[in-house]
């Protein structure tokens, strides 16, 4: 695997430290140079490059992931495809994964697992509404921020829903513990299988446990297929019921049981915030479970006619008027039986059902919004407080008086202009008369500090979304006729410029245009093209180049591999445009094992006897050495020295994209140190950085300076591979004022030194 720390990625990604690693990529910290900011940067690894169908969907897929802009989404930068090297680069989190936290806290609190779901699923639908889904959902994907600000990651396996929605049994992707019934069996998979994920997200958020463990992955993804998890509650009897039965849906093992999309999902948990007494009674809906009630008794030689009572459920949530109707048409489809009298009884108690079944709607409805019922019958209503400006935990949360009278529903916000954790909006607003019990909802502003809005009145609309996306904002962009600004040009802000925003917010661009007119056009593709072809293109169009970067990559010599702005943009004449261009040099990129914990070493890196690389490393803190070098050798002989000794060789064929390398061989080589005319303590230190840590000192007479390294047995020399554990003794110069007796000294003048 190849390790980029220290490297500079195409110029402008230079690369600090590895923050994750994953089944198929490698996460690195990193700064961008040129926008000069800290991003995270996404490697996929060397052995899928080799894989041409996975390097091509990587592609075609990370162009898709690039689109989605949603505060829960970690956001896409850049993307690379080249043959050599692919990459995404995002927005850098200060943060820790959602599985971390819940390892810290064994059992997440269900309110917090309430506000945590809100987020994903908004995310996730954002994403299904763009046709993607992401087949990958667990909580080592999803990033936690300090403000409580959950961040879905990782769409790097993600397919449209719309094609390639098999996946083969045999490369079943996504983590066996998280994966759908479906995914483990290789069947078609589309939104729904996120939706079993986020389930069992869910499950271990409420338990503190997965709800399928086993030995090995395969009979993991057995019992996703078989075996009904454990009921939540069973584990956590603080658990509302309607959490697990909300879990329970999400986890169904048929997808049609499942919640339809991530919206609906949503709908429950938010039903469930208002009211935690909330119960869905999920596959009930042809079942009741009340004794069955006979409308009518009529002769044995006719069926019985029963009306059941259904209990309202999130998929069967009708308006009153549509319950009416199907009221009455039940109570019309029953047969009519012989005898008059029999008949009445039979319409009564038809439209007695009705009416019980209407009240029983409507006490529904009432509890799920929160209100207290005696208050509805009596009329009594009560006013609203003011609670903005107050602050939620401190004077409004744990109050008594509040809580008798109000429920709470929270949203946790940015808002530049107030404090935070205070209110700052409130619905409905203070004065407003309700049911003793009525759900508040208080918007909370987020901690953390706002960016002042800068001044683009009047600048291209493209450098503005530029500069905003830049600081951190979600930015949309309006298109607005205006015949006093130029086609192009930005009108306003929203928020206005000067405002304090928070990082993350929507920011809306209001710029000049008029397609009417033809001069707003879309940005033409020139990607592919050679600088020569695409100069003419963009001359054609009326659009400036302003800048041409070149990066390596085995693409032909000065044949564009990124153009800015993005193919379909809009775009007006006299635009500019930035061209990334190839050098069209074929490099090989390997990683080279270092032997471990040896201290520092001289590399020097050889290829066909011609020395490229010179470098002094510290195997204490680096593992591997990276190999970077081009060529047009079919057979290239690469060499790497140790120490001047050799350690690995290989040959190197640069005609083949990517580089192919065959015949490598790794060398034994010796690292016990020579310390002879050393200090003492210096001896000892370096020998101990070797491993080496079985050391005794004899001193000696002779006209080295006192405390010097004179000798050592074993020498380098005879035992190059000197095991780590053997006893080593070095023999140190006297000081003059030491005095050896006759027999110390005759034993030393004995000691021949190896």
């Not at 490059?49 to 898709?64: D, T, V």
């Not at 070098?629 to 079919?634: E, I, L, Q, V, W």
């Amino acid at each position: 695997m190849e390790n980029y720390v220290g490297k500079r990625l195409d110029g402008r990604y230079e690369i600090h430290d590895v923050i994750g690693v994953g089944g198929m990529a490698v996460v690195y910290k990193a700064y961008d140079n040129i926008d000069d900011r800290i991003v995270a940067v996404k490697v996929l690894k060397d052995e899928y490059l080799a894989n041409e169908e996975f390097r091509r969907r990587f592609k075609n897929e990370s162009k898709a992931i690039a689109v989605l802009s949603h505060p829960n989404i970690v956001k896409v930068f850049d993307v690379s495809f080249g043959d050599r090297l692919q990459y995404i680069v995002m927005e850098h989190i200060e943060g820790i994964t959602l599985k971390e936290y819940i390892e810290e806290r064994g059992v997440i609190e269900w309110k917090e697992a309430l506000f945590f779901m809100n987020q994903i699923l908004k995310a996730l639908q954002h994403a299904h509404d763009k046709g993607i889904v992401h087949r990958d959902i667990k909580p080592q994907n999803i990033m936690l921020l300090e403000n409580g600000t959950i961040k879905v990651a990782d769409f790097g396996i993600a397919r449209f829903s719309h094609s390639e929605t098999k996946t083969m049994t045999e490369k079943a992707i996504g983590s066996v513990h998280y994966i759908s019934p479906e995914q483990a069996k290789g069947e078609i998979t589309d939104e729904k299988a996120d939706i079993y994920s986020v389930g069992v997200l869910l499950y271990e958020m409420l338990t503190g446990k997965l709800p399928f463990q086993a030995d090995s992955a395969v009979s993991v993804a057995l019992m996703q297929v078989n075996k009904e998890p454990t009921p939540p509650r069973t584990l956590n009897p603080n658990i509302p019921v309607g959490f697990e039965q909300i879990t329970m849906r999400a986890m169904q093992k048929n997808p049609r049981d499942r919640y339809c999309s991530a919206a609906e999902f949503l709908l429950d948990i938010e039903d469930l915030r208002r009211n935690p007494n909330m119960k869905f009674d999920y596959g009930t809906y042809f079942v009741d479970s009340e004794p069955t009630r006979f409308v009518n008794k009529v002769p044995s030689d006719e069926s019985t006619q029963v009306i059941k009572t259904v209990p309202p459920s999130a998929d069967a949530r009708m308006k009153l008027d549509e319950v009416n109707v199907k009221t009455v048409d039940a109570v019309q489809d029953i047969r009519p039986a012989k005898h008059t009298n029999t008949k009445v009884v039979g319409v009564v108690a038809g439209i007695a059902v009705a009416v019980i079944i209407f009240i029983g709607i409507l006490l529904f409805s009432v509890l799920k919004d929160g209100v207290d019922v005696p208050t509805l019958f009596t009329g009594k209503k009560i006013e609203v407080d003011n609670f903005i400006g107050m602050n939620y935990l401190d004077e409004i949360k744990d109050n008594e008086d509040y809580k008798e009278r109000f429920n709470f529903e929270i949203s946790y916000e940015p808002f530049s202009d107030g404090k935070a954790g205070c209110v700052f909006k409130q619905d409905p607003e203070a004065g407003t008369e309700v049911p003793k019990g009525y759900t508040i909802r208080l918007y909370v502003a987020k901690s953390g500090e706002g960016q002042i809005l800068p001044d683009l009145e009047g600048d291209n609309y493209q450098e503005a979304i530029n500069t905003l996306e830049s600081m951190g904002f979600v930015v949309i962009a309006e298109p607005v006729e205006d015949e006093n600004v130029p086609i192009g040009k930005v009108i306003k802000t929203k928020p206005a410029a000067g405002s304090s925003v928070f990082e993350g917010s929507d920011v809306t661009v209001y710029y000049s245009a008029d397609e009417s007119s033809g001069k707003l056009f879309k940005m033409p593709d020139v990607s592919g093209k050679t600088l020569s072809e695409a100069k003419k293109i963009l001359q054609k169009s009326g659009l400036n180049l302003s800048k041409t970067e070149v990066v390596d990559s085995s693409v032909e010599k000065d044949r564009v591999v990124m153009q800015s702005p993005a193919e379909g943009s809009p775009v007006q004449e006299g635009d500019s445009v930035i061209l990334t261009v190839s050098s069209g040099q074929v490099f090989l990129k390997k990683n080279i094992d270092l032997p471990t914990k040896v201290g520092k070493v001289n590399v020097k890196l050889y290829v066909d006897d011609k020395m490229i690389a010179d470098n002094n490393v510290d195997t204490d803190v680096l593992s591997k050495y990276t190999i970077e070098t081009s060529g047009d050798s079919a057979a290239a002989s690469i060499k790497l020295y140790i120490n001047d000794k050799l350690y690995y060789e290989s040959t190197a064929n640069f005609t083949k994209e990517p580089v192919s390398v065959t015949r490598e061989r790794y060398y034994t080589i010796s690292f016990y140190v020579d310390v002879v005319g050393l200090d003492k303590e210096t001896a000892r230190a370096e020998l101990n950085k070797a491993g080496y840590n079985n050391i005794s000192f004899i001193e000696i007479p002779g006209s080295e300076p006192a405390g010097t390294v004179v000798a050592q047995t074993p020498s380098t020399s005879t035992s190059p591979n000197l095991d780590k554990t053997s006893a080593i003794t070095l023999y140190i110069a006297a000081s003059q004022e030491s005095t050896q007796q006759p027999d110390t000294q005759e034993n030393t003048d004995n000691i021949q030194v190896q």
